[in-house]
């Protein structure tokens, strides 16, 4: 039976946020199953353990994202879009930053860092980021930095405050 495909390839850029979403999925199931019990210390080969197959797997679905991720780049996913002037690329370039924070705030402060300095950092450092604008006066920047401070240590101290008193659920 053959299909006629009467509709365009997805464009480079579609490509692209498709390859950032299967390259989280991959990672995330490669950290998961290394978390898995191995059962070694009851006897059993490190090659059996529960984790392998599952690992395997995220490994060959981040490569194939990051296979993806390049061919995307390659066919002008950071190319403007007609008539954007540059303001999709600098959509792209802040949804991508959006994401590296909440990646370096999920896998690598949360636990390592009480609850609330965690979250203070992360949105002092997001508010600063996004906030931040090239030119700006040094006096503006010190006035936003310490309104993110406030906003920062405000946000993580709240939202502490209500999980372990309101809903009685530790914080890590």
Do not use: K, N
Request: glycine content about 12%.
């Amino acid at each position: 039976m053959t299909v006629a495909h009467d509709s365009p390839p997805p464009s480079p850029r579609a490509d692209l946020f498709t390859a950032a979403g299967f390259l989280a999925f991959g990672v995330a199931v490669i950290v998961v199953s290394a978390q898995m019990p191995t059962f070694t210390d009851q006897g059993t080969p490190a090659y059996v353990a529960p984790g392998i197959v599952p690992g395997f797997h995220g490994t060959v679905i981040s490569l194939l994202a990051l296979v993806l991720a390049v061919r995307s780049v390659l066919r002008g996913a950071f190319r403007p879009m007609p008539g954007s002037g540059g303001s999709a690329r600098r959509s792209l370039l802040r949804i991508a930053l959006a994401c590296v924070l909440a990646i370096v705030f999920s896998g690598f402060m949360v636990g390592r860092l009480p609850f609330w300095l965690a979250a203070a950092i992360f949105v002092f450092v997001f508010i600063l980021a996004f906030e931040w604008r090239p030119g700006m006066a040094s006096g503006v920047l010190a006035r936003d930095a310490g309104i993110a401070a406030a906003i920062g240590l405000g946000t993580g101290w709240g939202i502490t405050l209500l999980f372990e008193h309101v809903f009685l659920i530790r914080m890590p």
